[in-house]
């Protein structure tokens, strides 16, 4: 296992170089000019020579290449440069979002796999039963349902009808301290709605392993044994049907991180989403490779310890092949 992480680990060093590559290729074949949205509404009316002076202090007139190279070889040092869009250093501008759309998609991810799991052991004892076809029918409407339009539901239902949640943000308007109870009651809508995007993976899956493990051997030995049904069904076909869930957690963190963008820009998150989509709109080059290679790194991560999990809760996988 150890050295399969190594291995998966020096590959993702020139995997994340490429990344940068294709960040700095993109924003240079947009046509969005960086000046003029740096110098926002007064690039309007700003003469052509008061723009390319601007080109040239930002860096944007010289070639997308050696822009990259720049940045990558400062970025190994620790420095990943000024964000143009946010005037911040790129480093301030993730240390003060970062955390935030960690604890959202920590929470929703946590959430969403122990209800994914629970209903979908309830849905597999009873496969073809009013439960199961309830819960089946449920999840694939939440999976078909795009996250912007669950939140904006979540808001109009919750937040503008009920009056029970807050419709966004981290604290209430016109507080100035940001308490734990505050953040708590905020995080509720959010963390709901993303976990409801991630949900009908989780069911389906356990649904499936789950009820192929029930119709297996061992476990028919185990009810032949005598043992009570729920013995039965959460120390032998849960275990059994557990395994494919493993793989699922990695991939699932690209769809997870889209999603979480979608929410945080829909409840006024202060997460890195308004970051992302300030720097996409203004072609802020730093801060757009330094984003994408932490969303990229966060997938391999993902992945990893999926296949790390998988190999410890069953012992015939060989990390050889991994």
Same mark, same amino acid.
């Given at each position: 296992?150890?050295r399969m992480?190594g291995?998966r680990?020096?590959a993702?060093v020139?995997?994340?170089?490429v990344v940068t590559?294709?960040v ?10 960086p000046?003029k949205?740096y &110098? ?9 020579d008061v723009l390319d002076?601007?080109?040239?202090n ?7 290449v050696?822009?990259?190279?720049d940045?990558l ?11 143009a869009s946010?005037? /911040?250093?790129?480093?301030?501008v993730i240390?003060?979002?970062?955390g ?9 991810? &946590?959430?969403a796999?122990?209800v994914?799991?629970a209903l %979908?052991v309830?849905?597999?004892r ?7 076809r309830t !819960? ?7 999976e078909?349902a795009p996250?912007f ?5 979540a !808001? ?9 949640l807050p419709a ?6 016109g507080s100035?301290?940001?308490t734990?109870g505050q953040v ?7 963390a ?5 995007? /991630?949900?009908p ?6 649904r /499936?392993?789950?009820?192929d493990?029930?119709?297996e051997?061992p476990?028919r %030995?185990a009810?032949?044994?005598g043992?009570?049904?729920?013995? !039965? ?6 275990r059994s049907?557990?395994l ?6 990695g991939?699932r !963190?690209?769809e997870?991180?889209t999603?979480a963008l979608l929410?945080?820009?829909?409840f ?6 308004? $970051?992302?989509v300030?720097?996409a709109t203004k072609?802020d ?6 984003l994408?290679?932490?969303a990229?790194? $966060?997938?391999l ?5 999926s296949?790390l999990?998988?190999?410890l809760a069953?012992p015939?996988v060989s990390?050889?092949?991994?």
């Amino acid at each position: 296992m150890a050295r399969m992480a190594g291995r998966r680990l020096l590959a993702a060093v020139p995997l994340l170089a490429v990344v940068t590559f294709g960040v700095f290729a993109l924003a240079a074949a947009s046509p969005f000019d960086p000046a003029k949205a740096y &110098a926002g509404t007064s690039g309007l009316s700003a003469g052509q020579d008061v723009l390319d002076r601007l080109r040239e202090n930002l860096g944007a007139d010289r070639p997308f290449v050696a822009r990259w190279w720049d940045w990558l070889t400062a970025a190994l040092t620790g420095d990943l440069g000024d964000s143009a869009s946010l005037r /911040q250093p790129v480093t301030q501008v993730i240390g003060e979002r970062v955390g935030w759309s960690v604890l959202l998609g920590g929470v929703a991810f &946590a959430l969403a796999v122990t209800v994914g799991t629970a209903l %979908g052991v309830l849905a597999a004892r009873r496969r073809g039963g009013l439960l199961d076809r309830t !819960v089946t029918s449920l999840a694939y409407v939440l999976e078909a349902a795009p996250p912007f339009w669950l939140g904006l539901l979540a !808001v109009w239902g919750f937040a503008l009808k009920l009056d029970a949640l807050p419709a966004g943000g981290l604290t209430d308007t016109g507080s100035d301290v940001v308490t734990a109870g505050q953040v708590a009651s905020h995080l509720v809508l959010p963390a709901a709605v993303l976990a409801a995007t /991630q949900l009908p993976w989780f069911v389906l899956y356990v649904r /499936q392993g789950v009820g192929d493990a029930l119709t297996e051997d061992p476990v028919r %030995g185990a009810r032949a044994r005598g043992l009570s049904e729920r013995t !039965v069904l959460l120390h032998h076909a849960l275990r059994s049907g557990l395994l494919p869930v493993l793989t699922l957690l990695g991939s699932r !963190v690209p769809e997870l991180i889209t999603g979480a963008l979608l929410v945080e820009t829909v409840f006024s998150w202060p997460g890195i989403a308004s $970051a992302t989509v300030e720097a996409a709109t203004k072609v802020d080059f730093p801060l757009l490779a330094a984003l994408t290679v932490l969303a990229t790194a $966060a997938v391999l991560v993902g992945n990893l310890l999926s296949d790390l999990l998988y190999g410890l809760a069953d012992p015939r996988v060989s990390h050889e092949e991994m």
